[in-house]
């Protein structure tokens, strides 16, 4: 790897890595939810549902909002 690849490959991480940051790790941005959790058929806690959240089955939708 020569300089310019590594700057080019760091960038890129950064720009990611920013990308992962603004994920907001809550039900609303969950696959198993609308309205409620269709994971476990109930209605979360209102605290998890903008997050953050400990719940193993939570899945991003990879839409940004």
Do not use: V
């Amino acid at each position: 790897m020569n300089l310019q690849q590594l700057r080019a490959t760091k960038t890129a991480l950064k720009k990611q890595l920013l990308e992962m940051e603004i994920i907001t790790e809550g039900c609303h941005s969950c696959t198993h939810y609308s309205n409620y959790c269709n994971k476990f058929n109930a209605k979360p806690p209102d605290d998890w549902k903008i997050g953050p959240i400990d719940c193993d089955e939570w899945e991003y939708d990879n839409i940004p909002f």
